[in-house]
Structure formats: C-alpha cells, structure tokens
C-alpha cells in the first residue's frame, strides 16, 4: 500500500500513502468523501457529521515518483494538486492522519495538505 522514491525534495526518501485524515472537529477517522473532483473536495465525518474541504498548497517540485498501489475507493479521502489540479495526490512520509506533506503523482508536487472547516 506504500511508495516510495529516493531524495524527494532532495533531502531524504519518503513513503507515500492514500490520505487519510481526522475530523477537525471531533478527530474520529471515519471520514468519507461526499462529492467528485469536477465540483468540490468535501468530506464528512461518520461520527459527527461534521464536514470539511481538503485543499493543498504548492511547497516545491518533488521530481518524479511511481503512485503506490492500492485498492480504489470513491469514498476515500481526496484532494487536488494545487500545480496541476490532478487527484493523484498522496500523503508523503508517516501515512498518519495530522502529517501535512503530500505530493502529487501526476506532476511531482510536493505539496502541504490543508483542512477548511465549512
């Protein structure tokens, strides 16, 4: 279920993981996604209800690596690169839910990952 590559953002390896994320308000991980890309990136809690969006912003080019294998799932949590607008997005060093670094599959942005409470 991980990736890797060597040297991303030219300081060390970094594993690559499907986002996972916390409910801002109540910190439950049963978060699904509610929308498609085409329109917006809300989330909702199972256990709260509570909804949020994801967003990234662009922190520099982490150079080519392969996209980890993993079974697709509608209702996991996703986001947009903020350089290409791709969904190939994926959490880059732990995998767990609080860590803000992602990168981008599809251009090779190493990218910070963002909650916006709606």
């Known amino acids: 279920m991980t990736g890797s590559t060597s040297g991303v953002g030219g300081s060390r390896d970094l594993d690559f993981f499907p ?3 916390a409910c801002p308000r109540c910190q439950s991980l049963d978060v699904t996604y509610t ?14 209800y509570g909804t949020f969006e994801l967003k990234t912003t662009l922190r520099a080019d982490a150079g080519p690596f392969k996209a980890p ?3 697709h799932d509608v209702f996991r ?5 903020a350089r290409c607008r791709g969904v190939n997005v994926f959490l880059a060093g732990s995998g767990e839910p609080g860590n803000a670094e992602a990168a981008c599959a599809d251009c090779g942005a ?6 916006e409470t709606t």
Do not use: M, Y
């Open 19 to 21: 986002i996972r994320v």
């Open 35 to 48: 929308c498609e890309p085409k329109c917006c990136f809300n989330h909702l809690c199972g256990s709260c």
């Open 69 to 71: 294998a993993f079974e």
């Open 77 to 81: 949590a996703t986001v947009d690169c």
């Open 110 to 115: 190493l990218l910070t990952l963002e909650i």
